[in-house]
């Protein structure tokens, strides 16, 4: 039946029928092509902002398995302790077998001060961890500052596409700037 002859427009076909004929005008095809691209890098810092934020979880998550590692090894010195102390009370109350107690107490402040090592290993790789959770945390806000500020930038270029003022599109242009700005120093962890 489109095929008689009788055609109708809704109150915008005509300017979607320009504008897909190139007849849009510089202002409209410049509007699209930023905010295409705003769009896309938006979509980048977005993924970037979500995998940072996913390490900054895994990295604490690594940190509190260290620190529980630390806390089983300071449990243990702990006990080795008590032996040695338990040690030195048998030597006081049997001389006869103050030798053998000696040898004992020797050993265990040898275990004590592997354990203690080991210990201290075990905390120094949790703070490592804690502070690379913390790194990565910062550079998430980075990123989140920098996909909104490029939202605002996409509904600012709408608005400028809709009321054809300059001055927003301007806007639209510095938010954009600002945005990729921000995404700058999170890529370089600034």
Known sequence: MSGHGFHVHGPHDHELEHAA???????????????????????????????????????KNNAAIKKTEASNQWNYYQAKSSKQNL??????????????????????????????????????????????????????????QATTVLQVAIAMAAIALLSRKKWLEYVMFGAGVIGVGVGALAAFHI
Do not use: C
């Open 21 to 59: 004929q190139g007849h849009g005008g510089n202002h409209t095809n410049s509007i699209a092509m930023f905010t295409a691209i705003i769009a896309t890098v938006g979509a980048l810092f977005g993924y970037m902002g979500g995998a940072t934020q996913a390490n900054a979880g895994l990295y």
């Open 87 to 144: 040690s030195e009370l048998a030597m006081e109350l049997t001389p006869s077998k103050k030798e053998f107690y000696q040898d004992e107490i020797k050993r265990y402040k040898g275990e004590k001060a592997e354990i203690k090592a080991a210990a201290e290993k075990l905390e120094a790789e949790s703070q490592h961890w804690d502070k690379q959770s913390d790194e990565q945390m910062h550079q998430h806000h980075r990123w989140a």
